[in-house]
């Protein structure tokens, strides 16, 4: 079974461009979310796609956004591009159930370095 | 707010036990989970909890107690592979919403 993917794998951007990264989940899992991971704040919940539809979202601005396929494939984008946005952006899918199916399983990440 | 704790850093000698713990106060709780994560690649499921006891897997468990806001990871007999950080995360009462800890950098020495 093949597992979380998520392209590209590196990137560098400058300040004010922006970016989408895309994440194919586990088969059959309808739930993805993304995280973004820094040394300074750990793992940050962006949002959660369930469906095609925003399930959660977490406490960041507007310039990140993201959405779901009906194949369950997911971008997220990220607009006008702050230095502080460098981060590994993690994407992750589950069953999206409640219970022990919920776990998540986690992509390689994007590695985003803003110059 | 959300706030999940938990130790920097630990060391420990391989063969020997650790504990790592974590308190946690969030606005809703579905479940505890706990992830590994070496250096450089992405986190992996190790454990659940969603009611208050011990859940054993082999060399790892995990204990809860919900009404102290608090879980804790125990792994015996330590190898040298698993050296890496660990992830404390309460799931919220709704979809998968997952509030992570900080997480524990554990080195194990020979």
């Known amino acids: 079974k093949a597992g979380v993917t998520q392209t590209p794998r590196y990137l560098i951007k400058t300040r004010g461009q922006q970016v989408t990264l895309s994440c194919s989940p586990i088969?059959?899992?309808?739930?993805v979310s993304w995280y973004q991971q820094t040394p300074g704040q750990g793992l940050q919940f962006l949002f959660e796609y369930f469906s095609e539809t925003q399930r959660n979202k977490g406490n960041f601005p507007g310039r990140f956004s993201g959405r779901q396929f009906s194949n369950s494939r997911s971008e997220m984008n990220v607009s006008t591009l702050e230095l502080g946005d460098s981060a590994l952006y993690l994407c992750a899918s589950s069953l999206g159930t409640s219970g022990m199916s919920g776990e998540l399983f986690f992509g390689e990440g994007s590695r985003l370095t803003v110059l | 707010g959300q706030n999940i704790d938990q130790p920097t850093e630990m060391t420990a000698t391989e063969g020997a036990i650790v504990q790592i713990n974590c308190t946690y106060q969030t606005s809703g709780f579905n479940g505890l989970f706990w992830y590994q994560q070496h250096a450089g690649e992405a986190p992996t499921f190790l454990s659940y909890n969603v009611l208050d006891g011990l859940e054993e897997k082999g060399r790892f468990s995990s204990f809860l107690s919900r009404s102290k806001g608090y879980s804790y990871l125990l792994l015996k007999e330590l190898q040298m592979k698993d050296s890496a950080s660990y992830l404390c995360?309460?799931?919220?009462?709704?979809?998968?919403?997952?509030?992570f800890g900080p997480g524990t950098r554990l080195s194990v020495l020979p």
């Open positions: 995360a309460v799931r919220d009462n709704y979809g998968q919403n997952f509030v």
């Open positions: 088969s059959g899992h309808r739930s």
